[in-house]
């Protein structure tokens, strides 16, 4: 017959041998688990407005947080192992392995509540320290063992509850305080690297606030040491001003010849050369006076530009005058025409007083074809009155004049009788 009480016996040993070993497998993955997330590398290159160096400093902040996780993470199993420790010791009521195993435990509290009093803005910090200061007397009054504002008070009364009446009760109140730890602790370890990464991200921005404000230091020339060396700062980016403006002007002036149906391409011309002498001064203050205002500076450009295109025959001829007949700008002004789209008396004036040989040769205009009437006689009397002796007219729908806007009459060496007849 079989032995029921021997197979009884086995099948007992059996199943504690399978229950014991799933509790073991279940703490091998507790300890190798992966608790928290792993650091987003896209994530925190976002904040860093596209920096040059973005890779390192992606870097830097992993890694102060890869390294505050696995910091934390230890400590947390520590007592996630640590409170299924006290849980089987007060289910077996061997109180001196509780309190060695609570002794072991209480410094990682400790130190989770020294680094949440050091973070106190991290997420989670606050439910730290409430855990650990009013939230203790709960877990007392719940065991009848009064209250506790500290770690410390609290461990002195667990220690007295495990020698009085109801150890039970005074170590359940331990087990569930370090649970809590555990659960808490997992939302705060997480606050903490993020506070760790944001450590990193401030020294990145002291960094390029430093650059900024040594570039505007260099740029307005507020100190000794910006002005003297910021001046190949400011030479270099002066001419993205310089280059910017003139777009501008020439594509207003392109639009301005549209609207007014002429040569967009001369006019944008003109307004190009008539910027070129008040931006050579605009770069000039921008380099060497950096300390006035940049906005000032533009405008008297933009002014001076104006003054140029409108005015430019008497600004020529007034500068001329100085130079001396003979000068280059004499001859030049007289040779473009220097209101570049009209001339004036003084450019005429100024064209006049050069000497023959620094004159622009003149090419006669042609002479517009004649129209008959139907009788096959000359045109009308407004074309025989064009024709009389002793004078000049700009006849219409001709060239334009090889003096780009000058008036349409024969240097004074030339007489009207050299002119062609008609017949």
């Known amino acids: 017959m079989m032995d029921f009480e021997a197979l009884a016996a086995r099948l007992w040993a059996a199943v504690v041998a399978v229950f014991f070993g799933a509790f073991v497998l279940s703490l091998a993955n507790t300890a190798h688990a992966r608790v928290f997330p792993e650091c987003n590398p896209a994530a925190e290159a976002g904040k860093l407005y596209g920096a040059a160096d973005a890779d390192a400093w992606v870097k830097r902040i992993c890694d102060a947080q890869e390294s505050t996780y696995r910091t934390w993470e230890a400590n947390l199993q520590k007592l996630d192992i640590g409170q299924q420790d006290l849980a089987m010791a007060t289910n077996a009521g061997d109180w001196k392995a509780y309190r060695a195993k609570w002794a072991e435990l209480l410094p990682v509290l400790k130190e989770m509540e020294a680094a949440a009093l050091a973070s106190r803005n991290a997420v989670g910090a606050a439910n730290i320290l409430s855990l650990y200061r009013a939230d203790l007397g709960l877990f007392l009054q719940n065991a009848g063992l009064g209250t506790a504002a500290n770690l410390d008070e609290f461990s002195a009364r667990i220690s007295g509850g495990l020698d009085g009446q109801r150890p039970a009760a005074a170590a359940t109140a331990g087990v569930n305080v370090v649970q809590q730890s555990v659960t808490r602790g997992v939302e705060f370890v997480k606050g903490l690297a993020a506070a760790e990464g944001d450590k990193v991200l401030a020294e990145y921005r002291g960094q390029v606030e430093q650059k ?212």
């Not at 700008?329 to 023959?356: E, H, Q």
């Not at 002479?367 to 006689?377: E, I, N, Q, V």
């Open 212 to 423: 900024a404000a040594t570039r505007r230091e260099q740029l307005s020339g507020s100190t000794a040491s910006g002005y003297f060396g910021g001046f190949a700062r400011r030479i270099i980016e002066v001419w993205g001003i310089f280059f910017f403006v003139l777009f501008v002007l020439m594509l207003g002036a392109v639009v301005v010849a549209v609207k007014r149906k002429q040569n967009p391409i001369t006019l944008a011309g003109a307004a190009a050369l008539a910027y070129l002498l008040p931006a050579s001064a605009m770069v000039l203050a921008f380099v060497l006076v950096p300390f006035l205002p940049s906005w000032a500076m533009i405008a008297a450009t933009l002014v001076g530009t104006y003054a140029m295109y409108a005015q430019g025959g008497r600004i020529c001829g007034a500068l001329a005058s100085k130079l001396g007949e003979g000068s280059t700008l004499a001859i030049g002004c007289a040779s473009w025409g220097p209101g570049w789209t009209t001339c004036g008396p003084d450019c005429r004036a100024n064209r006049a007083a050069l000497p023959a040989s620094a004159r622009p040769p003149f090419k006669p205009l042609p002479r517009p074809a004649r129209s008959r009437s139907r009788m096959g006689r000359p045109g009308g009397a407004r074309s025989r009155k064009s024709a009389r002796p002793g004078t000049w007219s700009r006849p219409e729908n001709l060239p334009v004049s090889p003096w780009a806007g000058w008036p349409m009459r024969p240097p004074a060496s030339i007489s009207v009788s050299a002119l062609p007849a008609t017949s």
